[in-house]
């Protein structure tokens, strides 16, 4: 800190007269050792006049933040390019035009406090298309928030709209559902956190699509952050109206679902999924229903199957009538099973190390006249546009490729080349009666 003039009267004796002025300049570099590993930049220039008497001074002054910013590992955004004025007016203070650019958008700030005896402030804050980052979340928003009251008790109000939101290329459908439940963080937080009451309601903008390498889903964001700002509670539901989801070595088509978030205690979100997939002739459901760390499945199929067949179909592809009538061949039981195990774990870890969003390995896909594995990779390139690869392991020649694109929610088209060079197109439309 620079300061450039500082020049001072007071009196020892009685009241007290004052008559202090200072005036200099902050470089809040200088502040980094205090910020816990942050990054701090740009400086403030400051005036102030304290006249009066020492029990009832009468303060003025201002401070005009320049260029400031600010980021932090820790921190879900960083801030840059902060400018504006706080004005000191006797026991009030107040921000002017503080305005600054937040993860690609832009963050204004306005309100004022009172200190002394009883401190308040009443703070105002208005984002727009922020980038938010935090524990794989990736999100542009636009918020308005209120935070007023006192350190003793506050409350945090307003409404946050998502514009679009993703997670981490490698999240699953378990990883993701994990984000929403509650944690129990060790520490004490600080005690304005645990005396912040919130009450702001979040809700998606039009045609929200959340995506990963794993998964592909549209539908709706209607909550409620309630709680404290050290433990927030999630109340209100998310709906899923289509997409897609990859788990079991298959891609699920999803047809409809919720996460409902109930409990006004701890965010502890209800999950009621509707997925289906298509293997060999049958058309299987599987209904997700329960907490995210204790689903509960129930599997239905078309034709129908008991749950073990569409277990065993999902697994082997095959049920276990055709296992038992000889489709596989004795010799071939066990290692069929010991291979698809060590496939699915070669293909998970293929996964993860390539960013696929699913690879699959068949062991019994050849037959006698063309033995081999059938390889298979699935690549989610964007929110609505999917690849598909497949090959036999030992037969450069049978390929197919599908591009699968998705203008709309109810609208796909398919193109398809096949294994003899040929080309195939498919446009489907879903309406609901």
Same mark, same amino acid.
């Given at each position: 800190?620079?300061?450039?003039?500082?020049?001072?009267?007071?009196?020892?004796?009685?009241?007290?007269?004052?008559?202090?002025?200072?005036?200099?300049?902050?470089?809040?570099?200088?502040?980094?050792?205090?910020?816990?590993?942050?990054?701090?930049?740009?400086?403030?220039?400051?005036?102030?006049?304290?006249?009066?008497?020492?029990?009832?001074?009468?303060?003025?002054?201002?401070?005009?933040?320049?260029?400031?910013?600010?980021?932090?590992?820790?921190?879900?955004?960083?801030?840059?390019?902060?400018?504006?004025?706080?004005?000191?007016?006797?026991?009030?203070?107040?921000?002017?035009?503080?305005?600054?650019?937040?993860?690609?958008?832009?963050?204004?700030?306005?309100?004022?406090?009172?200190?002394?005896?009883?401190?308040?402030?009443?703070?105002?804050?208005?984002?727009?298309?922020?980038?938010?980052?935090?524990?794989?979340?990736?999100?542009?928003?636009?918020?308005?928030?209120?935070?007023?009251?006192?350190?003793?008790?506050?409350?945090?109000?307003?409404?946050?709209?998502?514009?679009?939101?993703?997670?981490?290329?490698?999240?699953?459908?378990?990883?993701?559902?994990?984000?929403?439940?509650?944690?129990?963080?060790?520490?004490?937080?600080?005690?304005?956190?645990?005396?912040?009451?919130?009450?702001?309601?979040?809700?998606?903008?039009?045609?929200?699509? #959340? %995506?990963? $390498? +794993?998964?592909?889903?549209?539908? !709706?964001?209607?909550? =409620?952050? &309630?709680?404290?700002? @050290?433990?927030?509670?999630?109340?209100?539901?998310?709906?899923?109206?289509?997409?897609?989801?990859?788990?079991?070595?298959?891609?699920?088509?999803?047809?409809?679902?919720?996460?409902?978030?109930?409990?006004?205690?701890?965010?502890?979100?209800?999950?009621?999924?509707?997925?289906?997939?298509?293997?060999?002739?049958?058309?299987?459901?599987?209904?997700?229903?329960?907490?995210?760390?204790?689903?509960?499945?129930?599997?239905?199929?078309?034709?129908?199957?008991?749950?073990?067949?569409?277990?065993?179909? #999902? %697994?082997? $592809? +095959?049920?276990?009538?055709?296992? !038992?009538?000889?489709? =596989?061949? &004795?010799?071939?039981? @066990?290692?069929?099973?010991?291979?698809?195990?060590?496939?699915?774990?070669?293909?998970?870890?293929?996964?993860?190390?390539?960013?696929?969003?699913?690879?699959?390995?068949?062991?019994?896909?050849?037959?006698?006249?063309?033995?081999?594995?059938?390889?298979?990779?699935?690549?989610?390139?964007?929110?609505?546009?999917?690849?598909?690869?497949?090959?036999?392991?030992?037969?450069?020649?049978?390929?197919?490729?599908?591009?699968?694109?998705?203008?709309?929610?109810?609208?796909?088209?398919?193109?398809?080349?096949?294994?003899? $060079?040929?080309?195939?197109?498919?446009?489907?439309?879903?309406?609901?009666?």
């Amino acid at each position: 800190m620079h300061i450039c003039k500082l020049r001072h009267c007071i009196s020892l004796q009685g009241a007290g007269e004052m008559n202090l002025t200072a005036k200099g300049v902050l470089d809040l570099k200088g502040l980094e050792p205090w910020t816990g590993g942050g990054k701090a930049a740009g400086h403030v220039n400051f005036e102030a006049r304290a006249r009066g008497t020492k029990d009832k001074p009468d303060l003025q002054g201002r401070a005009q933040i320049v260029n400031a910013a600010y980021t932090a590992d820790d921190l879900p955004m960083g801030v840059e390019s902060l400018n504006g004025e706080i004005l000191l007016e006797g026991s009030k203070i107040r921000l002017s035009n503080v305005t600054a650019k937040a993860g690609g958008g832009t963050l204004a700030v306005a309100g004022s406090a009172v200190y002394g005896h009883n401190p308040t402030f009443d703070v105002a804050i208005d984002a727009k298309s922020v980038r938010i980052r935090q524990n794989g979340i990736h999100a542009v928003v636009d918020s308005k928030l209120a935070w007023n009251g006192s350190v003793e008790g506050s409350t945090m109000s307003g409404n946050v709209t998502i514009g679009k939101l993703s997670f981490s290329q490698g999240s699953d459908l378990a990883e993701i559902a994990s984000q929403f439940s509650d944690t129990t963080v060790s520490a004490v937080p600080p005690a304005f956190e645990r005396n912040t009451k919130l009450n702001v309601a979040v809700q998606s903008g039009d045609n929200l699509n #959340l %995506a990963s $390498g +794993q998964l592909s889903v549209a539908g !709706a964001v209607n909550l =409620t952050a &309630a709680g404290t700002l @050290a433990r927030p509670v999630l109340l209100g539901r998310v709906a899923l109206t289509g997409g897609e989801v990859f788990f079991m070595g298959k891609r699920f088509e999803i047809q409809s679902g919720t996460l409902a978030f109930a409990n006004s205690y701890r965010t502890d979100p209800t999950l009621n999924l509707y997925v289906s997939t298509v293997v060999q002739q049958y058309n299987i459901t599987i209904n997700m229903n329960g907490q995210t760390d204790k689903l509960k499945m129930v599997y239905r199929s078309d034709p129908a199957l008991p749950s073990a067949d569409i277990i065993n179909l #999902l %697994a082997f $592809g +095959q049920t276990t009538a055709d296992a !038992a009538s000889g489709a =596989t061949p &004795a010799s071939l039981g @066990a290692e069929s099973a010991v291979a698809s195990a060590v496939g699915g774990q070669v293909a998970s870890q293929v996964q993860k190390l390539a960013g696929i969003s699913q690879l699959s390995i068949n062991p019994l896909a050849g037959n006698s006249s063309n033995p081999g594995a059938q390889v298979a990779i699935q690549q989610r390139v964007t929110g609505n546009l999917l690849l598909t690869f497949s090959a036999n392991a030992t037969s450069a020649q049978n390929q197919t490729v599908q591009v699968q694109y998705q203008p709309k929610k109810n609208v796909t088209v398919s193109v398809l080349r096949d294994e003899y $060079g040929g080309y195939g197109i498919d446009v489907r439309y879903h309406k609901e009666f």
